[in-house]
């Protein structure tokens, strides 16, 4: 930024009618906050202080990228006349909390009410909430229109529900948005659900075109420098930052995943290969969550390629499942749930986090190069998150909160109400079966089907005994033996329980010693 926008940035001393706080995953011009804003009595607050950097050690990418994409849209601010009053990571007066800064923005501005959109974490809304109370000055918090379920909407829906499966949802919102549907009300080409045609293998190293990357102009560089300098204990590398941190290079990318990736991204969305983190995955997880991108045009951009011809019907399918099935599922099942879903731990797990999940340092293939791609990029597509780093953890029987924090710190797209769903519920199974209604667990058999991985590994996928036993393998095992009285009764468990009643109490017991031999060597308990 130029000397006279950081000028401007700093806001002014005059009173403002309405102070309205924009945090870093809020950057959309339409946001409510701006319906009824008048450039001449209103004033913006954004915010960046390094608690949010370090309530969970966040990776300096995902630092990086909140923190450039702040100061761009501070910029689009000032260009359309409003106010705005900036706190930069390495201002002298920055008290590092967002409620030290809004007290310090109501003491110099004296506002007449408070706004904020509804953020995106129960420990944020928590602070809102206080502020009416400790600065005494009304505090209007607004709902978040960018998601296409409202949460009363979800809870009504959630309501008389034994269980909440997120097909069903899926296909009430889809119904509502009259999309991929026939002019009868029937899924475009007979189905809802075309996930069986997408859990295809690579079968040699694969051709996929490179994403997007956008070249960091100078307020990025300088926020790279930033981080580097104010936060330098931050975990992750910075040196290939690649995020879109404008609306402009938002919209860029998601035409160059409709055109480039999109025709492919459904068979193989479920695959992996060694040192190919993107593959055909859309890349646009960010650019959502900070508000860069609307889920509205994501669906109309892919639903308009495959009515075009360009893009087959499971690709985009199971592209606009995920915006608009599983992420406002996830949302929903975020606040219905309280803030103290955070907290549970279904399966009394208590393991440490290993070491390697900081240092990529592993014999394993996989985990070395999913771990290797999350401390590079800050990067990982759903199945590295969920079958092979979340799933190491669960069957390794590290406690949920410590993989939980370090998803919502590790990943540049990470905001509490998409990461802790998705990791305590799905990868832990730590929600009692909220979220999925079986754990997904699995041994080295399943990474060895859909990737490269185990080629050349030290371990054997198939061996559960031994010095070349795969880690996962034996811990998948173990982890069944562990659970065996919790699982009886889940349905969908019986048929791999039977094969655990199948072992003589000698191999289980053998299995058993061998888990723990490796728990004690990754560290996730003591000898």
Not at 183 to 204: I, M, T
Request: aromatic residues 10%; glycine residues 6%; contains cysteine.
């Amino acid at each position: 930024m130029s000397s006279a926008r950081s000028k401007k940035l700093d806001g002014g001393a005059d009173s403002v009618r309405t102070l309205a706080i924009v945090l870093g995953d809020q950057l959309t011009h339409t946001s409510p906050i701006f319906d009824d804003f008048d450039n001449s009595r209103d004033a913006v607050l954004m915010m960046e202080v390094s608690a949010e950097s370090t309530h969970v050690p966040s990776h300096r990418q995902r630092t990086a990228l909140f923190l450039s994409a702040m100061r761009h849209f501070a910029v689009e601010l000032m260009e359309r006349g409003r106010r705005v009053r900036y706190t930069r990571l390495d201002d002298e007066d920055n008290t590092h909390t967002f409620t030290g800064e809004v007290r310090r923005a109501a003491a110099a501005l004296k506002p007449q009410r408070l706004a904020i959109v509804h953020p995106g974490e129960w420990r944020v809304l928590e602070m809102a909430r206080s502020w009416e109370d400790a600065l005494d000055v009304p505090v209007d918090i607004l709902p978040d229109t960018h998601f296409l379920c409202p949460l009363e909407e979800f809870d009504d829906w959630a309501a008389d529900r034994r269980t909440m499966v997120m097909e069903h949802f899926y296909r009430r919102i889809r119904r509502g948005m009259n999309v991929l549907l026939t002019k009868d009300g029937k899924p475009v080409g007979g189905e809802w659900n075309y996930d069986k045609l997408n859990r295809k293998a690579f079968r040699s190293a694969p051709a996929t075109p490179p994403p997007y990357t956008p070249r960091p102009d100078d307020i990025t560089k300088r926020v790279m420098q930033m981080v580097e300098s104010h936060l330098p204990d931050l975990p992750g590398r910075l040196d290939d930052f690649r995020w879109p941190v404008t609306r402009a290079e938002a919209l860029r990318a998601l035409d160059d995943f409709i055109e480039r990736r999109l025709p492919d991204f459904g068979d193989h969305q479920d695959a992996m290969w060694t040192g190919a983190p993107w593959l055909n995955h859309s890349l646009l997880s960010t650019s959502l969550n900070l508000k860069l991108l609307d889920p509205r045009e994501c669906v109309e951009k892919a639903i308009a390629a495959h009515e075009a011809g360009r893009a087959p019907l499971n690709s985009v399918e199971g592209f606009v499942r995920q915006i608009i099935g599983w992420r406002e599922f996830i949302r929903g099942v975020y606040w219905r749930e309280g803030p103290e879903y955070a907290r549970r731990n279904a399966l009394d797990q208590h393991g440490a986090l290993p070491k390697m999940y900081w240092t990529g340092d592993t014999p394993m293939n996989c985990m070395r190069d999913c771990i290797g791609s999350v401390l590079q990029h800050g990067y990982g597509h759903h199945i590295q998150r969920l079958m092979v780093t979340g799933n190491f953890a669960l069957i390794a029987g590290v406690h949920p909160r410590a993989v939980s924090d370090w998803y919502l710190g590790m990943y540049v797209d990470a905001v509490d109400w998409v990461t802790l769903p998705n990791t305590l519920g799905m990868a832990m199974h730590a929600d009692g079966a909220v979220v999925g209604t079986k754990p997904y667990a699995s041994g080295g058999r399943y990474i060895d089907r859909m990737s490269n991985y185990c080629a050349g590994c030290r371990y054997d996928p198939t061996r559960r005994d031994g010095d070349a036993a795969c880690p996962f393998t034996v811990f998948y095992w173990d982890f069944l033996i562990r659970n065996r009285t919790r699982f009886a009764k889940n349905t969908r468990m019986s048929m791999i329980l039977k094969n655990v009643d199948r072992m003589s109490e000698t191999e289980q017991r053998a299995l058993r010693d061998k888990a723990r031999s490796l728990r004690i060597e990754f560290g996730v308990e003591q000898s």
